[in-house]
């Protein structure tokens, strides 16, 4: 689609079509406007709008075609992006002005409500919030990329839209100031008021769940909101269509055990309900993150694997019965309640067939891999998704979804079963998922036939066998050169911005989910051909990224500046130490050297991260690097920096704040390293090393405090490995930012600089719990995934000389490999979101190249804690 105003300059990418007007002042955040249109209305809608944005100063985009708005109105983009088929950035002080105007062109049009915004006229589907102009991303404490905005005082803000409407501190509302209609309309009364919310279940794109009382009879219920022309196809049919075939099929389905019962459909404004009797308060995905996966080995008989298997097929054959096919089960969609040990519901019937009627969808590595593209369901299609959600009972992951080819995702899936329930004690219940995710149907449903008579192991034919590569030299070669050509392909459309949209790459410059994490990487695979020359235009793209970014090692300026350090000494350039954009000729930063507040506006964060131990960490890296390419002042300068995190952490100035709590099932989140006391501990011990080897003043004192705090984190490990060892232990205990991988990596650590031989010894244990939990970690990455976990192996084969953890760094490779797509030469590794492949180094391949490079090379240097 074209969009033109005279004097404007535009564009395109894969996404928008983009209206820029040269009079706009820069701006990075403000008041902004959405207008919602339908698919179908789109170019009408367009034609309305822009005569009014050209009688005003202001840029705005546009979806380009009817086709990119029906996916962003799916859902699946994300929540925030339905119903935005046009943006408008005004001038400061005209948005009320340009709003109305919009308003009154559009009225009486429809399109999917804004959930982020408030609406400026109940009739037009316009819309506003304070947002980012800009885009000024940052990855958080979760370790995705974030959209923040800058408070006037400094303080960082949330600039995600979510599904309610939020107004920063700083910014006075210009509706609720203006004169003429109200803008913020009050949330209605559900069924007239009949229905009283009492909690929220969900919150999604399509509509949120809730639960309620029921005024009139005095029960409670579940009420289920579709909102109009989300998720709109060609033929309009959208999540309405999808509520009201839920609303038939459970009236089909009355009476069955197992299955919510239909109460009452209402309909308020253009949104539908559907009111059902509730069936539990946790669904199954949830019950396995928080108290471990289900199994057969006695150890708690409430939570067998053969019981929950064979209570779901009882109510899929009551489904069944009644001719309705499910489509949709998944951990997700079974709820468990309360009345005794594996009692199961299945509930969202959006989606299912009735008398072989139905909207269609599926959900990748459940349902979607077996149905198909024409004609109706059959049951033994719920039987591959009971297969498929009996292995995520079994091991707490996901199908493998990463490949393009559904039978190297069912054989890779296959694959992690076989490493989570090994040995003769499992071969049962390992028998009857492996039938049940066959593709042929004739032996899903005997392998249910099976399940219903408990004669699950007699398999007509044997199990298919899982084979496994041989972890060489050769083999390692291949993973490593295969892995670097893709990471040096990413980095070479990161810096070209039409590449960089077409295949949706970060675009962050830092070190956890951005251009330096990636570089820092490549720059070991420098001698390979296009890496040199991918990582000099890296370099210099990230250089002239004129970001405002806080001073953190993995999520900041202090990060940047040491890729840009490592790139310069790899050119050869001979022109100095590196320094971080933004800095003057001398070196000087023109920003903060120390975080000077928490994103809360509190004292600064102490954690390794983004607060006070990494910048402090990162500084002893960048003193080492001038060091050995002869620049002492830079050193001293980096060292002084360094030795203000000391003091700051001394003092208390500087707080740990762990994400999360220390309940029973959590992770051991006070002590880990991305933001507990094991990463402060990290930093003490390589500031400490480097000043007695530079014999700087105060070594002895620094080497105090690292030796008190490596005791400290020491003495509570083994209750940490105690509790990972507990049956209901979260998979987080096993990773590197949470958990005993990064833990293990810093004792491995203070071993080395301390001479203490037990901190080694309580690393080999720490090792040991990681290697019982990998086979049921479904990421591959550095951050939380199994490529942290085998570099601790790693670093602990290589300090022990113990064939023990080399053994185990390999099984941990083979873990890896069995988590992803391509062939085992040629992986295709996912990230964090499990179903796509990108090259960053917290979430992406260039963190699992790290591990393969350094379980090749028996060792080498690591991101972070480095030689």
Partial sequence: MAVSIAGRTAWSDDTWSYLNDPRMPAMEHGWKLHVSARPGDLDTVTGLVLPVLSRYVCHAKFARDPETLRRLNSGTVSAGAVGKAITVYPLPGTVVEVARDLAAVLRDREGPRVVSDRRVDPRAPVYYRYGPFTGDYRTGRSGRLESVMTAPDGRVFDGLAVGRYRCPPWAEDPFETASGPGTAPSAPGLGGGRYTVTAGIARAAHGNVYRALDTTLGRPVVVKQARAF?????????????????????????????????????????????????????????????????????????????????????????IHGRNVVVRDLKPDNVVLDASGPGHCHV???????????????????????????????????????????????????????????????????????????????????????????????????????????????????????????????????????????????????????????????????????????????????????????????????????????PPGLYTGRTGVQLFLAEAEAEAGSGEGPGEAPGTDADGRSAHPDLPDRGPDGGPPEADLIAGVAGVGLGRVLLARHALRSGHRQ???????????????????????????????????????????????????????????????????????????????????????????????????????????????????????RLDEPRYLHLAQRAARACAALAPRMPLVTQCCGLAGVGDLMVDVAEASASEEFRDAAETVALLILSRSGGTWSRPVFPDAGLARSSATWAGGSAGVLAFFRRLRDRGGPRLGLVA
Wanted: charged share 25%; aromatic share 4%; hydrophobic share 40%.
């Fill in 230 to 318: 989300v998720g709109e196809d060609e033929s309009g049919t959208d999540a309405r269509h999808r509520l009201r075939n839920e609303h038939t099929v459970l009236t089909a389905l009355d009476g069955v055990p197992g299955v919510p019962r239909a109460l009452d459909y209402f309909a308020h404004r253009s949104d539908e309900y559907l009111v059902m009797s509730g069936c539990g308060d946790r669904n199954l995905r949830r019950e396995i993150l928080r108290n471990g996966p289900y199994q057969d080995d006695g150890a708690r008989p409430g939570r067998a694997l053969s019981v929950l298997a064979v209570r779901l097929l009882r109510v899929l054959d009551a």
């Fill in 347 to 549: 509930i969202d019937f959006g989606i299912s067939e009735c008398a072989g009627a139905g909207p269609g969808g599926a959900t990748p590595g459940y349902s979607e891999p077996v149905l198909r593209a024409a004609g109706p369901a059959a049951p033994a299609d719920d039987h591959y998704a009971l297969g498929a959600t009996l292995f995520f009972a079994a091991t707490g992951m996901d199908p493998v979804i990463v490949d393009t080819d559904h039978e190297v995702n069912r054989d890779r899936t296959l694959a992690c079963l076989s490493w989570a329930l090994p040995g003769r004690a499992h071969r049962e219940i390992r028998s009857t998922i492996t039938g049940l995710l066959s593709f042929e149907a004739a032996v899903r449903t005997a392998a249910a036939d099976r399940l219903r008579t408990g004669t699950a192991g007699a398999a007509r034919r044997p199990a298919r066998r899982t084979t496994h590569p041989r972890v060489d030299r050769d083999l390692l070669d291949e993973i490593i050169e295969h892995t670097t050509d893709f990471c040096a392909g990413e980095a070479e459309a990161i810096v070209d911005p039409v590449r960089a949209a077409q295949l949706n790459v970060p675009t962050s410059v830092d070190v956890y989910g951005g251009s330096s994490g990636l570089g820092l990487e490549l720059l070991h695979h420098a001698h390979r051909p296009r890496v040199r020359a991918a990582v000099t235009g890296l370099a210099r793209w990230t250089a002239e990224q004129s970001r405002n970014l």
């Fill in 634 to 752: 830079a050193a001293d300068r980096h060292l002084a920096v360094a030795a203000d995190c000391d003091r700051m952490l001394a003092s208390g100035a500087a707080r740990l704040t762990p994400a999360g709590s220390d309940t029973a099932g959590s992770a051991a989140l006070r002590e880990g390293v991305a933001h507990g006391e094991a990463g402060v501990v990290g930093f003490l011990l390589e500031h400490s090393f480097l000043l007695d080897h530079d014999g700087a003043t105060g070594a002895a004192e620094a080497a105090g405090r690292a030796e008190k705090a490596a005791a400290r984190l020491a003495a509570v490990t083994p209750d940490i490995i105690a509790a990972a060892a507990e049956p209901g232990a979260t998979r987080r205990y096993g990773s590197w930012c949470r958990g005993l991988a990064g833990i293990g990596t810093v004792l491995v650590r203070a071993a080395e």
